[in-house]
């Protein structure tokens, strides 16, 4: 364990990082710096991408490569569980977010993205769900179903998005990212901006996969979809002061930004972008066009985000109400404190650790906990300094 103190000179790095646009949304440093430890509380994992915590206080880790495992409150790493889906484990695919049903207590009921095989080399984000059993020291899935699929599938194995959020009223917000099809040909795809697919996305259902009823119903809208033009949301969650769906996506060169997603939104992308594309050139007509939302905050150069946590608990009560962002390619979690819906200071943690963070979550004990995406993966618990 080690005691470490943290400060973001956001103005400054903003002045030194050469943003693409001169007028960034980068929030200064908080008044006070956090105070805190790290420390490793499980290790030997193989880029996990997310997890969620048991009511028991175990943890369900899933893997990348298409693996589920429990860690549990030792820092102990199971064999891996029985009975998950089969996954597409080739670039940025492979099994992805899990969550607990809200009836989890009493059903046993997961829920699971992962990018799904379709047949002729296609590829699919799909969300899954199944009864976890738990037998002494072994586990295992049963009656697992797909209770929803992105439509149509398509090669490439990018850009899934994949997060998973439970409104209030126990329906499910997923996540899909537009499947990088922007450019072909050279051209401008505007696979994101047709609301009749799932490309770029946020779909809102009910627990078996059906379109839930709060969906807009309009002209040419699939009947799932919430939201439309993101590009790759891999960070969601539901804010508890409002109730309100939080993202955020990776932009391209630049661009990654946090939006509140309402009903029958468009969210812009490829047609408006905080960022360029990665040849240096120009996405779209700029950063704003009349029917397409602005987002809360965004970051230039990007951060490359990935999972996100509302913090509640009483261990760190200056963090009480902040939201807490892993940043894969800024290797580090950024805090960010909010006033209402905005964002009003930003603060660099764990820059020391130099790991790519891939989730984060609070834990029962008030902890933040985080999963580092490596090869030898950790998952890291972050305590108040002494």
């Known amino acids: 364990m080690r005691w470490i103190l943290v400060c973001f000179l956001a103005p400054f790095a903003a002045l030194v990082s050469s943003p693409a646009f001169a007028q960034i949304t980068r929030a200064p440093a908080p008044k006070e710096a ?40 030792s820092g102990a790493v199971s064999s891996p569980i029985k009975g998950v889906p089969a996954v597409v484990a080739s670039g940025q695919g492979g099994l992805l977010d899990v969550a607990l049903a809200p009836d989890h207590a009493t059903s046993n009921t997961i829920y699971l993205t992962f990018s799904e095989p379709r047949g002729s080399g296609r590829i699919g984000t799909s969300l899954a769900r199944g009864r976890l059993v738990l037998d002494g020291t072994e586990a295992r899935l049963e009656n697992v179903a797909v209770v ?32 990088n099809t922007v450019r072909e040909s050279g051209t401008i795809q505007q696979a994101a901006q047709n609301p009749a ?3 770029g996305k946020v779909v809102r259902l009910n627990a078996d996969g059906t379109a839930h009823a709060a969906t807009p119903k309009l002209p040419n809208w699939a009947p799932e979809v919430w939201s439309i033009g993101h590009r790759n949301p891999q960070a969601a969650a539901i804010n508890p002061a409002t109730g309100a769906l939080w993202t955020v996506e990776h932009g391209a060169r630049g661009g990654d930004e946090i939006n509140i997603p309402q009903a029958g939104k468009n969210y812009g992308w490829p047609v408006i972008s905080y960022g360029r594309d990665y040849s240096g050139s120009k996405i779209g007509v700029g950063t704003q066009q009349a029917g397409m939302e602005q987002p809360v905050y965004y970051w230039d150069p990007s951060i490359a985000p990935s999972g996100m946590a509302f913090y509640t608990g009483d261990l760190m009560p200056a963090w009480k109400g902040n939201v807490f962002v892993g940043a894969l390619a800024g290797s ?3 805090r960010l404190v909010l006033a209402g819906d905005k964002i009003i200071a930003e603060e660099k943690l764990l820059s020391g650790e130099r790991e790519r963070i891939r989730d984060v979550r609070q834990g029962p004990d008030g902890a933040l ?16 300094g002494k």
């Open 34 to 73: 956090s105070k805190v430890t790290v420390e490793t509380y499980a290790k030997g994992l193989v880029n996990p991408w997310a997890f969620r915590f048991l009511p028991d206080g175990r943890m369900l880790v899933t893997e990348i490569r298409g693996t589920l495992r429990i860690v549990d409150k």
């Open 148 to 179: 929803f699929q992105q439509k149509p599938d398509y090669a490439a194995p990018m850009h899934f998005g994949s997060r998973i959020a439970f409104a209030r009223d126990g329906s499910v917000f997923v996540t899909l990212g537009e499947r």
């Open 197 to 199: 697919n799932h490309f």
């Open 332 to 334: 580090h979690l950024a």
């Open 369 to 384: 906990y985080v999963a580092t995406d490596n090869a030898r993966g950790r998952i890291l618990r972050i305590g108040p």
